[in-house]
């Protein structure tokens, strides 16, 4: 089995700073993608940022040069970085990370219950 622990949410005010980390433990062999994903009331799930193995980053337009993701492969941990905060952050994040548990297996999805984000003064 494998576990996804994010951490580090919490309410801010506007301008503010936050940093979430989600921490893979559990049965496994690699991790390619690891992603941050955020839900607000009322709204779809929307992708934020992503991370493969080798670093390569992407991010949702509407984040792009405030936030930034990060991972430490030692450790199967993934770090959103977010300054500049806006009201429009406030959403519950979710980490998900593409899992292979052994050597030639296949890989799965995994997700974490997320964390709770508050922007507001």
């Known amino acids: 089995q494998v576990q996804l622990v994010e951490s580090g949410g919490g309410l801010v005010q506007p301008g503010g700073s936050l940093r979430l980390s989600c921490a893979a433990s559990?049965?496994?062999?690699?991790?390619?993608?690891m992603g941050w994903y955020r839900q607000a009331p009322g709204k779809q799930r929307e992708l934020v940022a992503t991370i493969i193995s080798g670093g390569t980053t992407n991010y949702v337009d509407s984040v792009k040069g405030r936030f930034t993701i990060s991972r430490d492969n030692a450790k199967n941990t993934a770090y959103l970085q977010m300054n500049s905060l806006k009201p429009d952050d406030t959403a519950v994040y979710y980490c998900?990370?593409?899992?292979?548990?052994?050597?030639?297996?296949?890989?799965?999805?995994?997700w974490g219950q997320g964390t709770q984000v508050t922007v507001s003064s």
């Open positions: 998900k990370a593409v899992v292979t548990r052994r050597v030639g297996g296949p890989s799965f999805q995994y």
């Open positions: 559990g049965s496994i062999f690699s991790i390619s993608d």
